[in-house]
């Protein structure tokens, strides 16, 4: 039988020579020898002279070298140290990211008043029964990410005027003439505008209430940049509230999506995926798995993890909602692609039988199309189990008509003073030029953002707002649950935070946390009884970050939803769209543009297309040889096209990417930002002039593209067949009927193995207590990256830029491969067929998988190094000790896991030399880096070193916090307990797929995992003896389609 | 005026009992919250210093007018009663206090004394050495000795000899002078690069002339009063100005006027709020991680072990190598606290073995302390 083939890249899928001469090239890039030689360089004849002068010149820097000063070095003590302060020691202070929509409780890692660190919020205030406690426990790559941009020196340093600097003796001048000019517009009957992002804070929102009291006259419109408008709407005309509801997708059994990518990016993705895995985790004691069916354009991080796909245009989405909920209702359904309608038919079967256990949610932003989805969730009786609109959700309040009346206000000269805060229209409204036209001309405009961005750099006041981990704040992305932010750094510029400029506006004494704590005593605390008295409440709060208050909102339900309008409206707007048509996305990094100035995120490659620093057009390679333009993943460059919709024609390179719809074409938003800062400046292109207007709310998607060749190359940064696995059997899944029949399937395939491992030349490593190990559950991991961002930050791995990634040089220790493969109705397919022909790549299937160093005991790379820089530690790991390591690179090229990264060049200017300093070598965009100056250094890890150039590096399982969890133990006279050391990218996983710890401790969680039925070692054919066990992958599909288990080992 | 030496009056007990009543308000030479005793037997008679140390507030209620004036001047603070000490008590105590130096033990340390007690095996090396160069050349010269006189005897003629000079001049001779050469250099090379970045006994000039002599070693204050976070940290700590002041908010005056000088210092970085720059003297390279908790706590690992004899030192200098060496040496030979810390339990096979034979030491190499991510990471 032939074997399941899977593949990262279409070119690695066909074998394209190119790439296969690339591949298997020891280096991506010819070693610069010939160019030597041919310079003549070496030909000249070298006099018994050149060689005593280089000699005495050697002879003499190392005298120098050697007669160099030990530098003095101060230790400078407190001058009254704080009572919670040890110096090298962590705090940890809970608090809360907030950045626009994205919000994520946390904990904040503080060493020596440096915030390093992001952590996932455990509190004991939320309960294992409460409602939000997946919001808990989990982080994304953006919080993860945030303490970096922390330290952006490209954050305003000051308040501004003009763009000229407000100095500290002249501010209260300046404050006195802005207040004085705002009373005069609002005496005289002006019109004042507060534009500002969706405001999560309660007390926050009391304050806008105070600032508009203040000014009569004046308005608050929330602006959103990417819009879920529809759906408040939609449940506004139904239930009376104009929020989205609470998802609750831990209760459903069957999950329907339509076009909404609920893991990635769609409203409260981190803790979606936390909800999501619990109902797809198995084990022999449970064999249940939620049904995953998702229908969307273009391949999303969502519709990779789904059981079952289909991809249909964007415009059908809606047609899709049409069609499930005329089949519910055993009516006939619209058409609209073979495999959609068969799996919508089986969608509805499915969701027939799980009333109250299912959930159909929908990304669309056509209030219409959410009603129809909200009629479906109304008639199978999920609200109240999988949707709680009396636990509704507050984030997302933007609403799309009022921005577009400012627009017009704004460009009759009807608006007097315009105040941002948080909000950026210039750069990511679909009119910003309209609003960069109309902006200089109001009379008074003040940004409070926390950014010099498109829209600040127009307004004539800046009074720049602080980081979130400088402030104080407050947070309720839920009805009843209430969220704290705390600062944890004295602020590091000249900033304040906006509600202190506001409350100086409207004329309100004392600081925003006196504010805050007014509005917690007269409004919070309230409405609990766990405390009497509220400092009390106040401090555990401030402990805990979160104080859950059980009430539910008082909401309308209807009896049945009307959708007879909804549905016309949604297919007079299918049948208008025509031609190629846009679908516009975020990436689950970078996000809608916010993110675009931290180096972490943007070289987070993408979840699916593992491209970074770019935005592209994804193009199915269908349409690529219809348009006939190329992507060439050797030269890691594409074509560049143009692309026209309506008058807004933009350049961009094209990606070819399996899973997307073949005449659909796809672009990330939040790109090409102009005032973002110095890393994120004229990355790719913005494409936020594409978004549309239908009336009502601000469309994704549109038809109607035209495409054209410019004949043009694009250079792009394509990571997936980087550190490729060359085809070797890597991966392994199973379905769940499969695994309910037999757990243990595929099993035999490692017992055989196991005597080929008893025969080694090498003697064994001793383990007197411990050997560390990791599971990685194949099953668990969605691929959102959060885990990579975690690791980058924890040990100090640098961040190298686009060009740098293109040679090959990324340095992240900790990869999320995404392999493709065809379900089974399409055969399996081996090397020697044309794949065009016989598949369809619209219908891949994707896994993801970890890969780290896999700690091996029987380590290839070790045997291979001459100075033995790379050993065998007694508690199984794989150390690599940087200082003894003289850059070979033989461990690298014997690493069968691709998994060790050389530093080939000055990453973090650790280097002293100036003349090894990166801004001296042209491949190197200092703009880029993120470690070279002071300020942003102070992110670093103080307990992991900064490697240098020439050394090679690897995942070290986090032996810094291996080695503090054991003092631990040891300094309380306490054994090791299971669950005391947890690596980095453990802690930052949403999904709880990685488990790490002793696999030499009985009953430990790891070992457990070591020993479960599905549980496969990466290349066990090789007898590595790796520390990492991967769980395989579950799919709860209806139909058979692996047959991985049961071939052949490849090898055997 | 000696005062005479009795069986119950010493200075030594003296000393005690002023440590033990006196010092919080008077110093010898300086002045306190009370007058520098330095010179009192000279100023004041036996008898009066013992009914005013015994009881002033009697003495001035009965008119003294010496008693008087010293209250008056001393700001009307009063001094204590001590009415449990003896004749004999109060005589030791002038008698220490008339002593000249403030009973300071002798210097033991200095940067010189810790230079090690390696002189020993390097002269025997050296004796050994000339020994056996004797013996060569004895053996050389009887060797030639021989053969001449085999010459003498066979017939054979004997080249001729050639002169010190010219073979001091040889080829042969020049290409062993520059191997040796190239040896030397090269070892000397090595040696310095080796040393690079080392710095043994390096005594740097502090901000504050700060006697660990005195604090540790007169005063006996534990090491982890001031270095509080050795117990609870990786870095053992340099004291926060606030931790000085728990003491020297009392303790105004130094033993000298520079030693008071040196007090002002403390006062005025808390006045001011600036903290003091102390220079670090114990410098590990960045690529290695050190945890006192480790070794102090866990460990019970003495701070001389590593620091040398600080509470002799007047002014601190870096007693060890710190080298990897040294390090790897002591984790090879130091025992862990096995038994008593249940942490260890895990280590079942030394358990098993040591419960065969209890002599065995289990060593911080035996659990893995000579490894290279112990400390490198």
Same mark, same amino acid.
């Given at each position: 039988m032939k074997e399941k083939k899977y593949w990262k890249g279409l070119e690695e899928l066909k074998e394209d020579p190119d790439f296969i001469a690339q591949r298997d090239r020891e280096f991506a890039e010819e070693l610069p020898v010939e160019e030597l030689w041919g310079s003549g360089a070496w030909k000249q004849p070298q006099s018994r002279r050149d060689f005593l002068r280089l000699m005495g010149f050697g002879v003499s820097a190392a005298a120098m070298a050697a007669s160099c000063r030990i530098p003095v070095k101060h230790a400078i003590p407190y001058v009254i140290k704080p009572e919670e302060v040890i110096p090298g020691k962590a705090l940890w202070y809970a608090s809360t990211f907030v950045d626009g929509n994205d919000f994520c409780p946390v904990l904040v890692k503080v060493r020596d008043g440096r915030p390093i660190k992001i952590e996932p919020s455990t509190t004991a205030n939320i309960s294992a029964q409460s409602p939000y406690r997946f919001l808990f426990g989990g982080t994304s790559a953006r919080a993860q990410a945030s303490v970096l941009s922390?330290? &952006?020196?490209? $954050? %305003?340093?000051?308040?501004? *005027?003009?763009?000229?600097? *407000?100095?500290?003796?002249n501010q209260a001048d300046v404050e006195q003439e802005l207040k004085s000019k705002l009373q005069q517009i609002s005496a005289r009957g002006g019109n004042i505008v507060l534009v500002t992002g969706t405001i999560l804070s309660p007390s926050t929102q009391a304050l806008i209430r105070d600032f508009l009291k203040a000014f009569p006259g004046s308005r608050h419109v929330i602006y959103d940049a990417v819009s879920h408008a529809a759906l408040a709407a939609a449940h506004e005309k139904w239930f009376g509230v104009y929020a989205a509801p609470g998802y609750h997708f831990e209760q459903a059994e069957v999950i329907v999506s339509l076009g909404s990518d609920f893991l990635g990016t769609w409203l409260s993705p981190t803790e979606f995926a936390r909800q999501y895995v619990q109902n797809r985790k198995v084990s022999p004691e449970r064999t249940q798995m939620s049904r995953h069916y998702q229908f969307e354009a273009c391949l999303s991080l969502t519709g990779a993890n789904a059981d079952e796909r289909a991809v249909l245009k964007p415009s059908q989405e809606a047609v899709a909602a049409v069609a499930l909920y005329r089949l519910l209702r055993g009516e006939p359904a619209p058409s609209i692609n073979a495999r959609a309608d068969a799996l919508l038919s089986r969608a509805a079967a499915d969701l027939k039988a799980h009333r109250g256990r299912s959930l159909v949610v929908s990304g669309s932003n056509d209030q219409a199309v959410q009603e129809i989805v909200a009629a479906i969730n109304l008639m199978l009786g999920n609200y109240g189990s999988t949707l709680r609109m009396d636990l509704y959700m507050r984030a997302h309040q933007g609403n799309d008509a009022p921005v577009e009346t400012l627009l017009r206000e704004l460009k009759s000269g009807a608006v007097h003073a315009l105040i941002f805060y948080g909000a950026n229209p210039v750069y990511d409204h679909p009119r910003g030029v309209e609003f960069a036209e109309a902006i200089p001309k109001v009379e008074l405009t003040l940004s409070l953002n926390d950014r010099i961005d498109e829209t600040t750099v127009l307004c004539t006041y800046h009074f720049p707002d602080h980081h979130y981990l400088e402030s104080w704040n407050d947070c309720s992305p839920y009805h009843g649950l209430y969220l704290m932010t705390q600062p944890v750094i004295w602020p590091l510029f000249r900033t304040r935070q906006a509600q202190e400029t506001l409350m100086m506006l409207c004329g309100i004494n004392g &600081?925003?946390?006196?504010?805050?704590?007014?509005?917690? =005593?007269?409004? +919070?605390? %309230?409405?609990?009884?766990?405390?009497?008295?509220?400092?009390?409440?106040?401090?555990?709060?401030?402990?805990?970050?979160? *104080?859950? #208050? $059980? /009430? /539910?909102?008082?909401?309308?339900?209807?009896?049945? +939803? &009307? *959708?007879?309008?909804?549905? =016309?409206? #949604?297919?007079?707007?299918?049948?208008?769209a025509n031609g190629f048509e846009l679908y516009l996305y975020e990436k689950v990094g970078s996000g809608n543009g916010r993110y675009a100035n931290n180096p972490w995120l943007m070289e987070l490659p993408d979840p699916i297309s593992k491209v970074v620093w770019d935005n592209y057009l994804c193009i199915s390679p269908k349409l690529a040889k219809e348009l006939q333009v190329e992507m060439d993943v050797a030269e890691q460059r594409s074509d560049l096209v143009s692309v026209t919709l309506g008058e807004t024609t933009l350049t961009l390179p094209v990606f070819i990417q399996p899973g997307q719809e073949d005449h659909t074409v796809a672009v990330a938003l939040g790109y090409g930002r102009t005032h973002a800062g110095r890393s994120g400046n004229n990355v790719g292109v913005n494409v936020y002039p594409w978004v549309t207007f239908n009336g009502q709310h601000r469309q994704y998607h549109a038809s109607g593209v035209v495409i054209s060749k410019t004949g043009k190359k694009h250079e792009l940064a394509m990571t997936q067949t980087h550190f490729s696995f060359e085809g070797r059997d890597v991966i392994q899944e199973t379905t769940l009927n499969r695994y309910r029949n037999n757990p243990h399937a595929g099993k035999e395939k490692k017992e055989h193995l196991k =005597?080929?491992?008893a025969q080694t030349l090498y003697p064994e490593h001793p383990l007197p207590a411990i050997r560390w190990g990791m599971s990685i559950d194949l099953n668990s991991c969605i691929g959102c990256g959060a885990c990579a961002v975690s690791c980058q930050a924890e040990n100090n791995v640098p961040v190298v830029g686009k060009t740098e990634v293109r040679r090959i040089h990324e340095m992240t220790w900790l990869r999320i491969d995404r392999y493709y493969s065809f379900p089974s109705e399409k055969g399996f397919v081996t090397k020697e067929e044309d794949y065009d022909e016989i598949v369809d790549y619209q219908q891949v299937q994707v896994v993801f998988q970890p890969m780290l160093c896999q700690h091996c005991d029987n380590a290839p790379c070790e045997n291979v190094c001459p100075v033995n820089a790379t050993n065998h530690s007694s508690e199984g790991l794989n150390q690599m000790a940087y200082n003894r390591c003289i850059g070979t690179r033989y461990c690298a090229n014997n690493c069968p896991y691709k998994v060790r990264r050389f530093n080939w060049l000055d990453y973090t200017t650790a280097d002293v030399f100036p003349w090894n300093e990166p801004w001296k070598i042209p491949t190197l965009n200092i703009e880029d880096l993120q470690m070279h100056d002071a300020v942003t250094r102070m992110v670093l890890n103080p307990d992991v070193t900064v490697r240098t150039r020439g050394v090679m590096e690897k995942c070290s399982f986090c032996v810094q916090r291996l080695q503090e969890a054991k003092l631990e133990a040891k300094m309380q006279g306490r054994p090791l307990r299971d669950g005391d050391a947890r690596t980095a990218c453990q802690t930052a996983c949403p999904t709880d797929a990685i488990q790490f710890g002793n696999l030499r401790e009985e009953g430990s969680r790891v070992k457990k995992d070591h020993e479960d039925a599905r549980a496969y070692y990466v290349l066990a054919e090789l007898n590595t003896q790796p520390g990492i066990a991967y769980l395989k992958k579950v799919r709860n599909t209806t139909e058979e389609n692996i047959s991985a288990e049961q071939a052949q080992p490849a090898h055997g | 005026m000696t005062l005479p030496a009795r069986a119950e009056v010493s200075a030594e007990k003296g000393q005690k009992l002023f440590k033990q009543y006196c010092a919080s308000c008077h110093g010898i030479t300086n002045k306190m919250v009370g007058p520098a005793l330095k010179g009192i037997t000279q100023k004041r008679s036996e008898k009066w210093l013992i009914e005013w140390i015994r009881n002033n507030a009697a003495l001035r209620a009965a008119g003294d007018k010496d008693a008087i004036a010293i209250w008056e001047e001393y700001g009307r603070n009063e001094m204590p009663a001590f009415l449990s000490l003896t004749d004999d008590d109060i005589r030791s105590i002038l008698a220490y206090v008339e002593q000249d130096a403030p009973a300071a033990a002798a210097p033991t340390g200095g940067p010189g004394a810790a230079a090690p007690a390696r002189e020993q095996p390097t002269m025997l090396l050296y004796v050994i050495i000339a020994v056996l160069l004797a013996i060569f050349l004895t053996l050389v010269r009887a060797n030639m000795l021989l053969r001449r006189m085999t010459?003498? #005897?066979?017939?054979?003629?004997?080249?001729?000899?050639?002169?010190?000079?010219? $073979?001091? $001049?040889?080829p042969k001779a020049i290409a062993f002078y520059s191997l040796v050469a190239v040896g030397l250099l090269g070892f000397t090379l090595a040696d310095s690069a080796i040393r690079l970045g080392r710095s043994k006994n390096y005594t740097p000039e502090q901000p504050i002339n700060f006697s660990h002599e005195l604090h540790a070693g007169i005063l006996k204050i534990d090491c982890r009063y001031c270095h509080s976070s050795a117990e609870k940290s990786k870095v053992a700590g340099i004291p926060t100005v606030n931790t000085c002041m728990n003491c020297h908010a009392a303790v105004q005056q130094g033993r000298t006027p520079e030693g008071t000088a040196e007090i002002q210092k403390i006062y005025a970085a808390y006045e001011n709020n600036r903290p003091i720059q102390w220079v670090k003297i114990h410098n590990l390279p960045d690529h290695v991680y050190f945890s006192h908790a480790q070794h102090v706590t866990v460990g019970k690992i003495a701070c001389q072990t590593c620091h040398g004899p600080v509470e002799s030192m007047k002014k601190v200098y870096q007693y060890a190598s710190l080298s990897m060496g040294w390090c790897l040496n002591c984790h090879r030979q130091t025992e862990v606290q096995f038994q008593d810390n249940a942490y260890y339990t895990m280590f079942t096979e030394l358990h098993e073995k040591l419960k065969k034979?209890?002599?065995?030491?289990?060593?911080?190499?035996?659990?893995?302390?000579?490894?290279?991510?112990?400390?490198?990471?």
């Open positions: 922390l330290y &952006d020196l490209t $954050r %305003p340093h000051f308040p501004t *005027v003009q763009g000229n600097e *407000v100095r500290k003796e &600081d925003f946390y006196s504010y805050m704590q007014r509005y917690w =005593e007269q409004n +919070i605390f %309230p409405l609990q009884s766990s405390f009497t008295s509220f400092q009390a409440f106040w401090d555990n709060a401030v402990k805990e970050g979160a *104080v859950e #208050v $059980r /009430t /539910t909102a008082a909401v309308r339900m209807p009896e049945a +939803i &009307d *959708v007879s309008g909804a549905t =016309e409206a #949604v297919m007079a707007a299918a049948q208008q =005597e080929i491992w | 010459a003498e #005897v066979t017939g054979e003629p004997m080249p001729e000899p050639v002169p010190w000079g010219q $073979r001091l $001049r040889s034979d209890s002599t065995l030491k289990v060593t911080a190499q035996m659990t893995g302390g000579d490894e290279c991510q112990r400390c490198h990471y």
